[in-house]
């Protein structure tokens, strides 16, 4: 993908060596018009934001109840979001399709959104219920004998201490999240709403498909994502190492 981004159309089609022969930044420059960037960012920024956010604020508090609290049926509860691990994503695509139409969602970010954060739902519970779990339970009782309540010993004990799994689960959902086509080609009409993914497509749907600009076009694109993980990639390591280790 990086070689072609800076081969030209010529050199791309004739094959060769790995390392471009003549590298060359008009592959980029032109790749950046026509892929209208920042139009296109911002709408993925706004999906990928909503949905990291949506999975923290609902998935933190559900594993803190499977962690901490004491009510029928929590193991059976539990064990059913972490069976739906095995569920495929695209055999649910067609029923979500039509519960979003059915519900005036389709074709708007709040109908990627939601089934974004519902199908983050397994893998999210399983990493922060394990980490909660590593929270000794002296500091709890600790903070019960201070007079704090459970939305108080949530706040300030279990989420400081399970930063590096949070931020592990932002990631975990922030990349399918960003680099999502399936879903997002079904839901969305209009251009104006489009996310990278889509407009990385327009780019092949020319009568000559320019295969130099379509490494370029996902070369922008990635750049993002990897910036991303090189930022928080000590968290991420430290946060599914202590998720996981039970």
Not at 13 to 37: D, I, M, N, S
Not at 58 to 77: I, K, M, N, Q
Not at 85 to 107: A, Q, S
Not at 233 to 241: D, H, K, N, S
């Amino acid at each position: 993908m990086v070689s072609g981004a800076f081969k030209d159309g010529a050199e791309i089609l004739a094959g060769g060596h790995l390392v471009p022969a003549h590298p060359t930044l008009e592959t980029l420059a032109r790749t950046w018009g026509r892929l209208r960037f920042f139009d296109y960012f911002l709408n993925s920024l706004l999906v990928t934001g909503l949905t990291v956010f949506g999975v923290l604020a609902v998935y933190s508090l559900a594993s803190y109840a499977f962690a901490v609290l004491d009510f029928p049926g929590r193991r059976l509860l539990l064990w059913f979001f972490v069976a739906l691990l095995f569920v495929p994503g695209i055999t649910v695509l067609l029923p979500v399709v039509i519960l979003e139409d059915k519900l005036g969602l389709l074709g708007t970010h709040v109908g990627l959104v939601l089934p974004f954060v519902n199908g983050t739902a397994p893998l999210a519970v399983l990493l922060l219920t394990n980490a909660f779990r590593t929270v000794p339970k002296e500091m709890r009782d600790a903070a019960r004998v201070d007079g704090a309540g459970e939305p108080r010993i949530f706040w300030r004990v279990y989420l400081p201490l399970a930063r590096p799994t949070l931020i592990t689960v932002g990631v975990l959902t922030a990349v399918p999240t960003w680099n999502e086509y399936v879903l997002t080609r079904v839901s969305l009409n209009e251009e104006s709403r489009y996310t990278l993914p889509l407009a990385l497509e327009s780019l092949a749907n020319g009568t000559v498909t320019h295969y130099n600009e379509i490494m370029a076009g996902s070369l922008i694109i990635v750049v993002p994502v990897i910036l991303l993980f090189a930022a928080l990639q000590r968290y991420f390591v430290t946060g599914l190492t202590g998720a996981v280790k039970e």
